[in-house]
């Protein structure tokens, strides 16, 4: 409903990639908010970017109502290979027998699959800084979100940092 609203009388054009088709889509427009990756944006010409991705692993368990009592368990031990359980149920306080719950697991990101986590490291922090001056002369053209800016925010940052550069720059 809020999406809808937004864009109302807005032209929408979905399942396109910009790279693909950036020259076109430059062209009819006064200004562009890029939010896919900054360095895929540059063709990695520098390097890439490290990301840690994640594996999930769906389990159906039917003869079994409750399986943690909450909606999301993290790991940190060495014990465990996977990071984290949901169990989905619990989101929507379902009362259904069985339940489902997905158990991820860290992987190397590689281009081709979803990047989740940035990794902020000195070599990577270097690396953006270097797309970032590559960023600051791309004309007519914002970088932002997680993937423009090489970083994790969660849903009521990523909303702050939306509305701050609608005040300072459109
Ligand atoms: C594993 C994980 C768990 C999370 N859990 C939580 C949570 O529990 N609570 C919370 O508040 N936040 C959570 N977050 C954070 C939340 O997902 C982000 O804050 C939010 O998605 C960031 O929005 P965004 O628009 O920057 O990026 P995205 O939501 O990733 O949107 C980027 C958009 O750009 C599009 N795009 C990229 N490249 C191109 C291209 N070349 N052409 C066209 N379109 C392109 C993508 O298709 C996508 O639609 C989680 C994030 C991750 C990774």
Redesign the pocket.
């Known amino acids: 409903m809020i999406i809808e609203e937004m864009l109302k009388n807005v032209e929408t054009k979905t399942g396109?990639?910009?790279?693909?088709h950036r020259e076109e889509l430059k062209s009819i427009a006064k200004r562009i908010v890029?939010?896919?990756?900054i360095d895929?944006?540059f063709e990695y010409k520098l390097g890439e970017l490290e990301w840690r991705s994640?594996k999930f692993e769906d389990v159906i368990l039917e003869n079994v109502d409750n399986f943690q009592g909450n909606a999301?368990v993290n790991y940190t031990s060495k014990e465990e290979k996977y990071t984290r359980i949901i169990e989905h149920k619990h989101f929507e306080f379902n009362k259904c027998t069985g339940t489902v719950i997905t158990k991820?697991y860290p992987i190397k990101w590689k281009r081709g699959i979803?990047a989740?986590?940035p990794i902020n490291d000195n070599k990577n922090n270097l690396l953006l800084s270097r797309y970032k001056e590559l960023a600051q002369k791309e004309k007519n053209v914002i970088f932002?979100?997680?993937?423009?800016?090489y970083s994790?925010?969660?849903?009521?940052?990523?909303i702050e940092k939306?509305l701050e550069c609608v005040e300072n720059e459109i």
């Open positions: 396109i990639d910009y790279l693909e890029y939010t896919g990756m895929e944006y994640l999301i991820e979803e989740y986590y932002g979100g997680r993937l423009g800016e994790y925010y969660d849903m009521d940052k990523v939306a």
